[in-house]
């Protein structure tokens, strides 16, 4: 090895310390940076802003955008290998945009008018670097969350803290006055209620959504909805991977988890599915609400697409919320509008039936068409079909959630033929029957005043939202493959076997007994806050508060009017409900109860008496 080698792999070996040290302080001040520009944005669009408070924001913005030109070039010039190689193409992209930034400080504005003289207003431009900043702040901090998975930090714990991170960035900016009516202040408690019932797609709220919240505030709702729907470590998972790329093989495998990804060579393309599916599912719900209601409502153009989409994300995310006073039982919509009820009923159910089993029907239709399209080259029928295109998971989830659509539908019918839906056309009737056996699984819209349901209705109503929608859905509820796979446990107790098969499957071990432990942890905590409830609410009736404990820890959001009712500290429990119901009980206690080691060794086993 030659001298100056030897030089400068010393100067290297001696100078890289320091150099991860200045990296890892300038990574804590990008951090606080992205949350400050974040702060800003939410103050300049919240509060009404005097000259000073301008002033002060563009120095803000200014010194993020050099904190953020600190960064990205420290990184290329001390650490460019490890940069290439973790750099996506979209990340280089960002970086040579902010760059660009730069343009308008070096030259002059031009003088002639023209095309140059448009680029260079455009990169000066307010929009342009504060929507770039975002899009770097957002990086930063979905980077930093995913590196925390890095740090064999408990996954649970990390999920449950994030919602409630996003709860409470809710909660402030629905405080905010332009978020409310002008002359409508909400107290803290219904803003920390509201925020919680739309981040766990639950639909509970205590005040009037439709006469309480501005566009603005509403916009907030939907986009906590959305956030809510899709899960914080979803949508930071994909943000950091997308842009990031190559991330540490241990958050990769903690992400394949969260999200059931078959292998961690397609995670991140799971990831893109979960995104993908979402827009065009709610992008075709938007159009079908929209040709529903174009013309009837007495809405312009821009009022209706914006009804249309907060509905077909609420609908879609299981939420539950409406902009119509009185939810979808408003009387404009109750009459000659059963496509809109119909489209609302199919969101719910396909959001409700989980990302997985889409995929499934991804992989499905996709095979499909590869078969009919080498039958079109060849004129040959492929006569080797593979046999098991739909999953487990996807057989018992469809036909659960056909029986119970089914199976509500007739009940509701039968008991609210001549009640509730009396006076209705037998379209219509039928039309609200599917709607109200749709909704308690778990969307929370409501077509007709529940307190007017029949108590037999009102009992298969709870019944339907304890059970709720698929695991790795939009839907809560104790989950129909956590129901199916109790019932048939219970099935194969009766027929004295010891194995639960199903489909030439046999169930795994870990399955029954999380199944089993999801049930009995479901209803031992809605007996403990409904007796908290029955000691704090001693007016109103036992079934009223069932109703209302079901309703939060499934987050559906139906309610019998109560939860206006309701006093603080009661809000306060019922919002806790939703986020038990949201985060989920399983992965909640995993987050708070210390893990016990596997040992290698095995007590004699023994019986218990039962019966």
Not at 136 to 148: A, D, P, Q, T
Not at 235 to 242: H, K, Q
Not at 559 to 588: C, H, Q, W, Y
Request: net charge positive.
């Amino acid at each position: 090895m030659k001298i100056y080698h030897k030089i400068l792999l010393y100067q290297n070996k001696l100078l890289q310390p320091y150099v991860r040290v200045l990296l890892r302080l300038i990574a804590a001040f990008t951090y606080v940076s992205s949350l400050l520009l974040i702060v800003g944005v939410v103050y300049e669009h919240g509060f009404p802003l005097s000259s000073v408070d301008v002033e002060h924001l563009k120095i803000l913005y200014k010194a993020v955008w050099i904190i953020f030109l600190i960064d990205v070039t420290l990184h290329f010039l001390l650490e460019y290998r490890d940069t290439k190689k973790n750099y996506r193409k979209l990340a280089w992209v960002l970086s040579g945009l902010l760059y660009l930034t730069l343009i308008p400080v070096i030259f002059h504005q031009p003088e002639e008018s023209g095309a140059i003289l448009h680029f260079w207003e455009f990169l000066n431009s307010k929009f342009y670097h504060v929507t770039l900043l975002l899009l770097f702040s957002f990086l930063n901090l979905s980077n930093g969350l995913v590196r925390l998975l890095g740090r064999r930090t408990n996954p649970s714990l990390i999920l449950a803290v994030s919602f409630l991170v996003i709860i409470l960035i809710g909660t402030g900016l629905l405080l905010l006055p332009r978020c409310t009516v002008e002359g409508i202040s909400i107290s803290w408690v219904d803003a920390l209620f509201t925020s919680t019932s739309a981040v766990c797609v639950t639909g509970l709220v205590p005040v009037d959504v439709s006469a309480t919240f501005t566009p603005l505030g509403l916009t907030v709702i939907i986009l906590l909805i959305q956030v809510g729907g899709l899960g914080v470590m979803t949508l930071t998972s994909f943000f950091a991977m997308f842009f990031m790329g190559n991330t540490s093989l241990y958050n990769q495998l903690v992400v394949r988890d969260m999200v059931s990804s078959n292998s961690l060579g397609s995670l991140l393309s799971t990831l893109l599915y979960i995104l993908g599916f979402t827009l065009v599912i709610e992008g075709m719900g938007m159009l079908s609400i929209w040709l529903g209601i174009h013309g009837t409502l007495g809405m312009d153009l821009q009022e209706e697409l914006a009804f249309s989409a907060f509905h077909s994300i609420s609908a879609f995310c299981n939420a539950g919320f409406s902009t119509l006073p009185g939810n979808l039982g408003n009387p404009m919509v109750m009459t000659g509008h059963n496509s809109l009820y119909i489209s609302v009923s199919l969101l719910i159910i396909l959001g409700g039936i989980g990302f997985p089993i889409l995929v499934n029907f991804k992989d499905i239709v996709l095979y499909h068409l590869r078969r009919f399209w080498k039958f079109v080259r060849t004129l040959k029928l492929d006569k080797h079909r593979v046999q098991h295109l739909y999953n487990l998971n996807t057989k018992i989830v469809l036909i659960m959630t056909f029986l119970l659509l089914v199976l509500g539908t007739l009940a509701i019918a039968a008991f609210e033929w001549n009640g509730s839906f009396a006076g209705m056309s037998v379209v219509d009737k039928w039309t609200q029957a599917f709607f109200n056996a749709t909704c308690p699984r778990t969307a929370g819209f409501s077509s007709v005043d529940l307190t007017s349901l029949s108590i037999q209705s009102i009992l298969i109503y709870i019944l339907l939202m304890w059970i709720g929608g698929a695991a790795q859905s939009t839907a809560g509820g104790v989950k129909v493959n956590a129901f199916a796979v109790v019932v048939m446990n219970l099935i194969a107790v009766l027929r004295g076997t010891d194995r639960v098969e199903v489909f030439g499957r046999q169930l795994s071990h870990d399955s029954i007994r999380r199944s089993n432990a999801t049930v009995v942890m479901s209803l031992g905590v809605l007996f403990l806050f409904v007796f908290i409830l029955s000691i704090l609410e001693p007016k109103m009736s036992i079934m009223t508060l069932t109703f209302e404990c079901v309703s939060a820890l499934s987050t559906v959001g139906s309610s019998l009017n109560a939860t206006p009712l309701l006093r603080d500290e009661s809000k306060l429990l019922v919002a806790l409900l939703m986020f038990v119901g949201r985060v989920g009980l399983i992965t909640l206690m995993l987050g708070i109860v210390r893990q016990k080691k596997n040992t290698k060794y095995r007590y004699p086993n023994d019986n218990i008496i039962i019966n």
